[in-house]
């Protein structure tokens, strides 16, 4: 059975950062491609940044280019994802998924390609 475990969600002030981590379970971690989504009030789940089975190609939304980074330490079976500059926008329940092939050579970052989830970690950024 696959179990996907965020954490590391939390309060934050606009501007500062938070690192959000993820676990995967029942699964052999280093051939599924990854991903963080984020579903905010009244809003669609979005993809918010992806990541292949390799760790060596990485997407992000255009809302986050240049303040979130995916990373991936597949000797852990163990996701991240730094947060910076946050900002109010960003608030919301954030999630990791992975899909239930492997070694994807085409992965895109949308929601209906995954398959396992998380149960979600809440990320509330105040100004």
């Given at each position: 059975?696959?179990?996907?475990?965020?954490?590391?969600?939390?309060?934050?002030?606009?501007?500062?950062?938070?690192?959000?981590?993820?676990?995967?379970?029942?699964l052999?971690?280093?051939?599924?491609?990854?991903?963080?989504?984020?579903?905010?009030?009244?809003?669609?789940?979005?993809?918010?940044?992806?990541?292949?089975?390799?760790g060596?190609?990485?997407?992000y939304?255009?809302s986050?280019?240049?303040?979130?980074t995916?990373?991936?330490d597949?000797?852990?079976?163990?996701?991240?994802?730094?947060?910076n500059?946050?900002?109010?926008e960003?608030?919301?329940?954030?999630y990791?998924?992975?899909?239930?092939?492997?070694?994807?050579?085409?992965?895109?970052?949308?929601?209906?390609?995954?398959?396992?989830?998380?149960?979600?970690?809440?990320v509330?950024?105040y100004?």
């Amino acid at each position: 059975q696959v179990q996907v475990v965020e954490s590391g969600g939390g309060l934050v002030q606009a501007g500062g950062s938070l690192r959000l981590s993820c676990t995967a379970s029942g699964l052999t971690f280093d051939v599924h491609a990854m991903g963080w989504f984020r579903q905010a009030p009244g809003k669609e789940r979005e993809g918010v940044s992806c990541i292949d089975w390799s760790g060596g190609n990485t997407y992000y939304a255009d809302s986050v280019k240049g303040r979130f980074t995916i990373s991936r330490d597949n000797a852990k079976n163990t996701l991240y994802l730094q947060m910076n500059s946050l900002k109010p926008e960003d608030k919301a329940i954030y999630y990791c998924a992975a899909p239930s092939t492997t070694k994807d050579n085409n992965w895109p970052c949308e929601p209906y390609r995954y398959n396992y989830w998380g149960q979600g970690n809440k990320v509330t950024v105040y100004s």
